[in-house]
């Protein structure tokens, strides 16, 4: 079963627009971190926020945000004020103890256009 | 700081050949990941490090890929002999620790075509 789900392949908007990504995981820890990794068409992945399983309190960072429901198992990432500089592929993944280790599993990824 | 450094950038092999990859983590990460992304999918682990210890390597294909971290810094990738399937993205990333909540960092990747 697929742990990490990002049902939107992808999205375009227009630059100034918000747009929120939604990410659902599945876990049966009760402890656990999630993620959100940004990768441009350079390639490498960006490390953006993460959030822990104790922590619903959502939080803006400067044009970011997030929306994490435990009750939905959900962890939804928003960009306020779209830019061209924000286009690229967003994953979201879940990082869980796998024998003593971290174990992170990644989403299948949303990619964004934004339009200038 | 410098970045996780992988090479080469890209490689073009024919079916049945072999190749390897490279990685050198960050300075003092321990963890070291070695991650395959194929066209359109999310990254997928094949091996992950701890020092020069395997901890999970439960998704290579242990009759074609091998990697080793032998002096827990740097790490190799090989795959022999290569398959079509086998194209892909590998990327390798590093970690400081192994808790939960340790952020990945990420190398630019090689981009390898199977033909």
């Known amino acids: 079963a697929q742990k990490v789900t990002q049902a939107q392949t992808e999205i375009s908007v227009v630059e100034k627009e918000d747009v929120t990504l939604d990410c659902v995981y599945e876990?049966?820890?009760?402890?656990?971190?999630l993620f959100w990794y940004k990768q441009p068409p350079s390639g490498e992945l960006v490390f953006l926020i993460r959030?822990?399983?104790?922590?619903?309190q959502n939080e803006i960072s400067g044009r970011y945000s997030w929306n994490f429901q435990k009750s939905t198992s959900s962890f939804n990432f928003t960009i306020t004020a779209s830019q061209v500089v924000d286009s690229a592929v967003y994953f979201c993944?879940?990082?869980?103890?796998?024998?003593?280790?971290?174990?992170?599993?990644f989403g299948t990824g949303t990619k964004l256009q934004v339009i200038p | 700081e410098a970045g996780v450094a992988q090479s080469p950038r890209y490689k073009i092999i024919e079916k049945r050949q072999s190749v390897a990859f490279w990685c050198n983590p960050i300075?003092?990460?321990?963890?070291l990941y070695w991650y395959q992304q194929i066209l359109g999918q999310g990254p997928k682990l094949l091996i992950q490090?701890?020092?020069?210890?395997?901890?999970?390597d439960s998704q290579l294909p242990k009759d074609r890929f091998s990697a080793e971290r032998l002096k827990g810094v740097d790490s190799t990738l090989k795959i022999q002999p290569a398959k079509l399937e086998d194209s892909a993205v590998y990327l390798c990333?590093?970690?400081?620790?192994?808790?939960?909540?340790?952020?990945?960092?990420f190398g630019s990747g090689t981009q390898l075509s199977v033909l």
């Open positions: 993944a879940l990082s869980e103890s796998s024998g003593g280790y971290q174990k992170v599993t």
């Open positions: 959030r822990n399983s104790f922590d619903e």
């Open positions: 990333a590093s970690s400081l620790g192994i808790s939960t909540n340790e952020k990945l960092f």
């Open positions: 490090f701890q020092n020069n210890g395997v901890v999970d």
């Open positions: 876990t049966r820890d009760t402890t656990y971190y």
């Open positions: 300075s003092g990460h321990a963890t």
